[in-house]
Nanobody, 123 residues
């Protein structure tokens, strides 16, 4: 099975930019569709963005469209989530996830998860 490790989180100011990485090991990342989710304190984990294994298609939640960009480099076994114009409401733990099945927006559709990386945005 694939192991996922997120990195790139931190404490940032509103208006700034951030790039999160999701490094895979154990299996080739190109076998999986990748998703990004986030979970704020006291809230459910929510879909943010996803990308197909062959980079043909991407999807973003309406709430982040235009500010979040998902990408991947299969040669580096890594997926990325770029966030610009950060807002305090972006504060959350960000998770990457992988699935063999089709690109999806639900937590239940993903088989493998990273441990998450904390993003905190101050106003």
């Amino acid at each position: 099975q694939v192991q996922l490790v997120e990195s790139g989180g931190g404490l940032l100011q509103a208006g700034g930019s951030l790039s999160l990485s999701c490094a895979a090991s154990g299996r080739t990342l190109s076998n999986y569709h990748m998703g990004w989710f986030r979970q704020a304190p006291g809230k459910d984990r929510e879909f943010v963005a996803a990308i197909t294994r062959s980079v043909i298609s991407t999807a973003c939640a309406d709430s982040v469209k235009g500010r979040f960009t998902v990408s991947r480099d299969n040669a580096k076994n890594t997926a990325y989530l770029q966030i610009r114009s950060l807002k305090p409401e972006d504060t959350a733990v960000y998770y990457c996830a992988a699935t063999f099945r089709s690109i999806a927006t639900t937590v239940e559709a993903y088989n493998y998860w990273g441990q998450g990386t904390q993003v905190t945005v101050s106003s």
